[in-house]
């Protein structure tokens, strides 16, 4: 049987960056995300028992099975079956966003796989699951705002949804800086900054201290602070990774215009705050009334490379038209 299955992505407002272990793939610290509406991964997943190997296909392109296969094992320890699978993606991530998709892609696949092979996992399983395939897509079986607690084993590190306040109209503005592929992965990346930025361990206890007060500004409606929170834990993590050795950062001299033009436009009143990821492109946490002003701030530098989301929903099975 095939099930099809749709996760969103996320971005994250306290960042996850570096593991406490490398094989259960468990964070140093907990981090909090958005998922987002606009950007999901849809895929589909058949186990076929004369498959010889497992097979996977992204955007209708044939890929390298070997991420894929990888995850699919632990699918298969759990459900007790041996078959190979049939995988196959689409990505409704606008390319030249140069929005990561490990997050939405592993929490479909972590849906879809445990589905076709006769597993319900509840929610909270099905994310312990997708952490095996990317930290990120641990938050991305959730919709809405999501916490991923980092735990101390398998059995404790998990995502789950937090409460906020329906009447908060959370908007994501994604900034494209440069659509080229990223220069280092998040995972050789976080690696890095463990190994040799003497921030690491600083980073580590700072972002961990975010944590709870980004829960408080989240469950009160607290958007100013839910803003100031989210910029530091982004600016921090790039911090850390500006003091690697040797020295690296993912800014262009873009990157700092949009964060620059942003902080002009708070400067005039507009709540808005900037988060960045493992690349140069800028995201823009704000509420809906404030979209289009911050749309008509950035257009004269940035043009049409600039995309609002509301937040998304929860990974779902989905039935094919
Ligand atoms: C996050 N990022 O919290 C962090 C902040 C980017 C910067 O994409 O090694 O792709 O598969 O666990 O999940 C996290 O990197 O890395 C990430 P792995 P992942 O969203």
Redesign the pocket.
């Known amino acids: 049987m095939t099930i099809y299955a749709r996760a969103h992505t996320n971005i ?1 407002l306290i ?3 570096g593991k406490a272990d490398k094989q259960l ?1 468990l964070p140093a610290t907990s ?1 909090i ?1 958005l998922t987002l509406n606009d950007f999901y991964t849809d895929t589909a997943v058949t186990f076929d028992a004369t498959l010889s190997e497992d097979q996977f296909i992204l955007n209708d392109q044939p890929q390298s099975p070997i991420a894929v296969s990888r995850f699919l094992d632990h699918v298969r320890k759990l459900a007790d079956i041996k078959a190979r699978a049939r995988v196959i993606s689409l990505n409704h991530v606008p390319t030249a966003a140069g929005l ?1 998709s ?2 939405s892609a592993f929490a479909a696949l972590a849906l879809a796989a445990s589905r076709a092979a006769g597993l319900n996992l509840s929610p909270i399983d099905l994310s312990r699951l997708a952490r095996r395939g ?4 641990t938050r991305s079986i959730f919709g809405g705002a999501v916490i991923w607690h980092r735990g101390f084993d398998d059995a404790s590190s998990f995502a789950e949804p937090l409460a906020i306040q329906p009447t908060l109209p959370l908007r994501m503005l994604v900034v494209t800086v440069s659509d080229q592929k990223k220069a280092v992965s ?2 050789t990346g ?1 690696a890095n900054t463990a190994a040799t930025s003497p921030y690491y361990q600083a980073w580590v206890q700072a972002n961990e201290a975010l944590i709870s007060p980004m829960i408080t500004a989240l469950a009160e409606d607290d958007f100013a602070t839910i803003g100031a929170l989210t910029e530091l834990s982004s600016m921090r ?1 790039h911090a850390a990774i500006m003091a690697e050795e040797p020295p690296f950062t993912y800014f262009l001299p873009e990157t700092l215009r949009a964060w620059q033009l942003v902080q002009e436009q708070r400067r005039l009143g507009i709540p808005a705050f900037v988060t960045m ?2 690349g140069p492109n800028v995201k823009i946490l704000t509420t809906a009334p404030y979209v289009d002003v911050l749309m008509t701030a950035l257009r004269p530098a940035f043009g049409d490379r600039i995309l609002s989301t509301q937040l998304g929903p929860d990974a779902q099975v989905i039935t094919k038209e």
């Open positions: 994250a960042k996850y960056w793939m981090s995300s990561a490990s997050a990317s930290g990120s897509a998040s995972r976080m993590m990821d493992a």
